[in-house]
């Protein structure tokens, strides 16, 4: 993935969407709801917090809508980071910060002490749920009044067991299809970027940070309305669903 004036970070962008999208085809629709509910609740022109970012997914649908916008992006992953900067260079409505969500000053070094909307989708999982709910309580503060946070995410209902296995195991019927069409898993598309001259070195380090996977919680929607709003939101809800997912927003 790279031409003769550097790395593509465009194709870097596309194949991982398209990993994403072997788990989520469903992706773009929480996406889609989530500018749908920042232009409603705080307009066209917002300044966000792209939460653990990783290459900037949610970063570059956003400045595609709303060419206005502005973007802070947070992660920790090298790798990811690297893309993502690549991807946005020159671009001065978008400014990077590597930083450690579970360290409770890894806001001290954002550029700004307050946005109008914290966004965040298919990352926070990767917490237990006591350090989330920190998390949110740190999320509330650099929220300001009338501002939103988003998180898109698997969010797992345990009251329904029989539904969750039908689910799943339809969900898994299509991703063995699409693997055999030729669709790169999660570990696949690593053992890529580990061969990349540019990116072998930052995934490296990211797996030095991470291991194979981090093992945190996947608590369901109601527990994550009931945190944020315990942590200093007025209002929490979802407003998307799939059988598996969802994205809960809370307004301060």
């Excluded at 969407?17 to 989520?24: F, G, I, N, T, V």
């Excluded at 970063?59 to 060419?67: D, E, H």
């Excluded at 989708?121 to 988003?150: C, N």
């Excluded at 007025?234 to 669903?241: F, M, N, S």
Aim: with cysteine; charged share 25%; hydrophobic share 40%.
């Amino acid at each position: 993935m790279t031409t003769s004036t550097g790395t593509d970070w465009a194709a870097w962008q596309n194949s991982w969407d398209r990993q994403q999208e072997w788990y989520m085809p469903d992706r773009e629709d929480r996406f889609r709801i989530m500018l749908d509910m920042v232009e409603a609740l705080v307009g066209t022109a917002p300044r966000v917090l792209d939460l653990a970012c990783g290459t900037g997914s949610i970063t570059a649908r956003l400045l595609a809508r709303f060419p206005e916008a502005t973007s802070t992006g947070v992660d920790l992953d090298p790798a990811l980071l690297a893309i993502a900067r690549g991807t946005f260079e020159g671009d001065d409505r978008v400014s990077f910060v590597t930083a450690d969500l579970k360290d409770p000053d890894w806001a001290t070094g954002l550029p700004y002490e307050s946005y109008d909307a914290v966004l965040t989708a298919t990352a926070l999982h990767w917490l237990h749920s006591e350090p989330l709910a920190d998390l949110y309580g740190r999320i509330a503060e650099l929220v300001r009044a009338g501002g939103v946070f988003m998180n898109a995410d698997h969010m797992i209902d345990d009251s329904t067991p029989r539904i969750n296995a039908a689910e799943r195991a339809q969900r898994h019927a299509r991703m063995d299809q699409a693997k055999r069409d030729g669709a790169l898993d999660w570990a696949e598309w690593w053992q890529v970027a580990a061969k990349d001259p540019v990116l072998a070195e930052p995934t490296a380090r990211r797996f030095e940070i991470y291991g194979e996977h981090a093992d945190g919680d996947v608590p369901p929607a109601a527990w994550h309305v009931r945190t944020l709003t315990e942590k200093g939101f007025a209002e929490a809800r979802p407003v998307w669903c799939s059988p598996s997912d969802s994205l809960v927003l809370a307004l301060k």
